[in-house]
T-cell receptor, first 115, second 113 residues
């Protein structure tokens, strides 16, 4: 069985551009969350989607948006890129919305470099 | 403010030795605590999950403990191997109804031959 898959694995963008990152959760999983991990720090929560609806949002500006599709895959969009958006973007997949008793699986991430 | 602090920041041990990593948290209301292993540039991999009522959880050579009263957790690695070299991240969930994980900054472990 495939794990959590993310694409692209690496990309380089210039300041002001827009980026779309994609995530396919484990088959049967309905929850997808997005995290930003800046080099040397722990991941920071951006969004959680469950059953195609936003269930939680972290402290990120409105330049960050996401959506979940009927097949439970998800896209993270970032507009007007800043140098500080350079990070590893992680997608997390789980069966249920809540965290309790729920194993959460991470993808390998998408490395975004903004120049 | 929900925070997770880990110590030490980095650690070097000889292959075959044991080590213990520490985690203190202030996340409230507490739901569960996880330890993840993360290789550089890769996604985190789950090692253990513990709820409020669990004091210890093992996964092979990894043993995690939780003291919910003092809000402390530890991860003990037994008979370390070179492949254990990675960052170990303590992650705490608040009981918010949705899945918001609060990550520590990790302990970077290097196992030396």
């Amino acid at each position: 069985d495939a794990g959590v898959t993310q694409s692209p694995t690496h990309l380089i963008k210039t300041r002001g551009q827009h980026v779309t990152l994609r995530c396919s959760p484990i088959s049967g999983h309905k929850s997808v969350s997005w995290y930003q991990q800046v080099l040397g720090q722990g991941p920071q929560f951006i969004f959680q989607y469950y059953e195609k609806e936003e269930r939680g949002r972290g402290n990120f500006p409105d330049r960050f948006s996401a959506r979940q599709f009927p097949n439970y895959s998800s896209e993270l969009n970032v507009n007007a890129l800043l140098l500080g958006d350079s990070a590893l973007y992680l997608c997390a997949s789980s069966l249920r919305q809540e965290s309790s008793g729920n194993t959460i699986y991470f993808g390998e991430g998408s490395w975004l470099t903004v120049v | 403010k929900n925070q997770v602090e880990q110590s030490p920041q980095s650690l070097i041990i000889l292959e075959g030795k044991n080590c213990t990593l520490q985690c203190n948290y202030t996340v409230s209301p507490f739901s569960n605590l996880r330890w993840y292993k993360q290789d550089t540039g890769r996604g985190p991999v789950s090692l253990t999950i513990m709820t409020f009522s669990e004091n210890t959880k093992s996964n092979g050579r990894y043993t995690a403990t939780l003291d919910a009263d003092t809000k402390q957790s530890s991860l003990h690695i037994t008979a370390s191997q070179l492949s254990d070299s990675a960052s170990y991240i303590c992650v705490v969930s608040a009981n918010t109804g949705f899945q918001k994980l609060v990550f520590g900054t990790g302990t970077r472990l290097l196992v030396s031959p």
